[in-house]
């Protein structure tokens, strides 16, 4: 069962570590006159709403299986994923709004070393706080984990267009910073978009395990004939399979019994997201005389 209290650690720490970066780029931004700066902390603070929407869906999700939600309720840590890519796209929609208003009426960025350290700090603390957050997420299989991280990335980004803003400014050129957002705005929607897809194969029941893998592990079970009708469905760490298996004419119930639990030990081992296995067995006999297998019967 996956560590949702480990996950929720994670999150809290992400929040308070956005939460400070925020603070400082705002108050730095304001005291240097730097608006891109100021924009670039109010990014930051969008980082902990989306920690704040993730501490909820974290709690939604750990709790156990009732009689409304037999399978649990660990969706609500992907559906929660889609919040996070809809806080990117919102983000990227800001962003390009940003960049068309400052075409039509262009503004300079105070570039003081003042500014360059605390970008420079922030982008290091974001860049930690994204690793740190995208393993953790690897290691305890958490799909919120890792969009969120990719949010968080995606404020890498912002903080990376203030830096490069900055440096067009000492240099003379400052629409370096619109064609630099823009480029950031495409890396922040493709973002968005692969959370959204990642999160569309477990909302909408796409296959987890390849059929062929699954006969192969059965097929090595003694007493197993054949197998079909394999399906599989949920999240990479709670993954729900069944299949029809194959035996003998000859076998009796209680034997039938016992194999079909040998198979799903098995299966078990060989797959550890595997969380519920139903197998139907049926003898040899009758699968000569079944229609050919369709999904949706």
Avoid at 3 to 32: C, E
Avoid at 176 to 186: G, M, N, T
Avoid at 232 to 258: C, F, I, K, N, Y
Wanted: glycine fraction near 6%; hydrophobic fraction near 50%.
């Amino acid at each position: 069962m996956k560590d949702y209290s480990s996950v929720r650690t994670v999150l809290i720490v992400t929040l308070l570590a956005n939460a400070a970066v925020a603070v400082l780029k705002i108050a730095v931004g304001k005291s240097t006159g730097s608006t891109s700066m100021v924009a670039d902390g109010m990014h930051s603070l969008a980082d902990g709403a989306s920690n704040v929407v993730g501490l909820v869906a974290v709690s939604l999700a750990a709790r156990p299986a009732d009689a409304d939600h037999p399978y649990g309720h660990r969706k609500y840590e992907t559906l929660a994923a889609v919040g996070v890519a809809a806080l990117l796209f919102f983000a990227c929609y800001n962003l390009v709004v940003d960049v068309v208003t400052r075409f039509g009426r262009p503004h300079l960025v105070e570039a003081s070393w003042a500014s360059f350290s605390v970008m420079a700090l922030t982008l290091a603390a974001n860049l930690g706080v994204c690793r740190y957050e995208y393993r953790a997420g690897k290691r305890l299989g958490s799909d919120l984990l890792v969009a969120d991280a990719c949010h968080t990335a995606s404020d890498v980004f912002a903080s990376a267009s203030v830096i490069a803003s900055l440096v067009a400014v000492r240099l003379g050129y400052p629409i370096l910073d619109l064609v630099a957002s823009l480029l950031i705005a495409a890396l922040i929607a493709r973002a968005g978009g692969q959370i959204v897809r990642q999160a569309s194969w477990v909302l909408c029941d796409r296959a987890v395990i390849e059929p062929a893998e699954v006969e192969e592990t059965v097929r090595s079970v003694r007493g197993v004939k054949s197998c079909h009708a394999v399906r599989s469905r949920g999240r990479e760490d709670e993954v729900l399979l069944d299949m029809h298996l194959e035996v003998e004419d000859g076998m009796t119930l209680q034997e039938a019994h016992a194999l079909s639990h040998e198979v799903m030990a098995r299966l078990k081992e060989r797959f550890p997201g595997l969380s519920d296995v139903l197998v139907h067995v049926e003898p040899l006999a009758s699968s000569r005389q079944r229609q050919p297998y369709k999904p949706n019967q």
